[in-house]
C-alpha cells in the first residue's frame, strides 16, 4: 500500500529546467562554449551539476573560475524569483492528495526552497524538503529517496517517486520504491517504468487506487 509520495522538484513539480539551462548558457558564453539552453537542458537533464561542469571542461578545453556556481545560482535565482511556473494541475494535485508528501532534489536546498516558495507550494510538504547536497549524494543513487523515507517515517516500498529524469527514475528503481514517470511532452516512451502520466491531475487516481491496495 502507498502511504507517502516523494516528488522531484525540477521538471516535475516546477518548470525550472529551461530556466536553469538558460543561466548556463549564459555563464558558458563568457568561457567561448555556445550551446543553447535547449541542447544543455537535453543532453544533461537532471545530471549533478559538477558532473556537468567537469564534462565541459574536458570537452572545451577550459577551466572554470572557482566560483562559477555560485555567479550562475545568482543568476538562476533571478530567474526563477521573476518567472518560474508550476507545471499545469500541481497545485490542484497537491490539494487532493492527502497522503504524506516530500521533495527531494539534486538540487541545493536555498534553490529548492526558493522554488517551492516561488510558486506557493512550499506549504504542501512542511519540513520534508530534501537536498541530495544535505547527504552528499546524488541520483541516480537512491539514498536521496531513501533518506527522504526515513525522515517520513515510511518504508521504501510504502512510497511512490514522481520523476521527469532517467536518473531519478534509475534513483527510485535502486531504492525499491514504485516510480511514476511525469512526461508531458513524451521524451521517454520506450522507458521501463511502473507508471507514466502526461498531466499531473492524472496522479489523483492513481494515487487513490495504489493508496488503498493492500
Partial sequence: MIKALIFDCDGTLVDSEYLANVALEQELLKYGIELSAQVLLKRFCGGQFSQVLEILAQEYQVTFA????EIFR???AVLLASQLTTF??????LEAIA????VASNSPLKQLKLSLQATDIACFFDQHIYS????????????LFLHAAQKM?????ECLVIEDSLVGVAAAKAATMPVVLFDPENKHPHLDVDYRISHMSALVNLVTSLSSKT
Fill in 153 to 157: 517515517g515510511y518504508r521504501p516500498q
Fill in 132 to 143: 541530495a547536497y544535505q547527504i552528499n549524494s546524488w541520483k541516480p543513487d537512491p539514498q
Fill in 88 to 93: 499545469e494541475g500541481v497545485r490542484e494535485t
Fill in 99 to 102: 497522503l504524506a508528501k516530500s
Fill in 66 to 69: 572557482e566560483n562559477f556556481a
Fill in 74 to 76: 545568482e543568476n538562476l
